[in-house]
């Protein structure tokens, strides 16, 4: 585990906003959220809802991150005014050094989230893999195959944040690619 562990936390503008649901803009505000989520959380793990624990082999990488997305919200933001939509949209993003308890606790949380999140996919590989057999439609199953290969790929990735983070799931990650394997041998 790296001294120098990092949280990030964020609060994105969404497309819950009234006006923006009842414009073109919702789509566009949507995406652009998931966008940002998405390059959030591939800087690390996830702790809670908006605390990712920071890799520290991303820390070069958090900041150009940080500045492409905010550039994305003020492009947004700079059309929706054209059009009359006036609105707070400006994402919070921040880095926050962390004492060695906060580091304790932190990977903790992150421990925890991973446990939750990779008991969840292991239900849905598991429902998958008695299904399998089910599904007919080559298209459906070539789906599913890259689906799950995109899975495992992801997972992999999670999981040598976790190992350079401290953070033993190792037996776990490994049991969830095993069930993601076979649904691909069986499609």
């Not at 070069?60 to 550039?71: A, L, T």
């Amino acid at each position: 585990m790296s001294d120098s562990i990092s949280v990030l936390v964020y609060d994105l503008p969404s497309e819950n906003y009234r006006v923006i649901q009842n414009s073109s803009f919702y789509d566009r505000v949507r995406a652009l959220r998931v966008y940002a989520i998405t390059k959030l959380h591939g800087l690390g793990v996830q702790c809670t809802e908006s605390v990712i624990l920071v890799s520290p082999s991303n820390m070069s990488r958090v900041q150009d991150i940080i500045n492409d997305i905010m550039v994305r919200y003020s492009d947004v933001k700079r059309e929706m005014e054209y059009h009359g939509i006036f609105l707070e949209f400006k994402p919070i993003i921040k880095v926050l050094s962390l004492t060695q308890q906060q580091t304790e606790t932190f990977i903790e949380l992150a421990r925890r989230s991973l446990i939750r999140r990779i008991d969840e996919a292991i239900g849905r590989a598991s429902r998958l893999l008695e299904d399998i057999e089910l599904i007919v439609e080559e298209e459906k199953r070539r789906r599913i195959r890259y689906q799950t290969t995109q899975t495992i790929k992801e997972w992999s990735t999670i999981l040598d944040f976790a190992r350079e983070l401290g953070i033993d799931v190792t037996r776990e990650v490994e049991y969830l690619i095993e069930v993601l394997e076979r649904i691909i041998e069986r499609c």
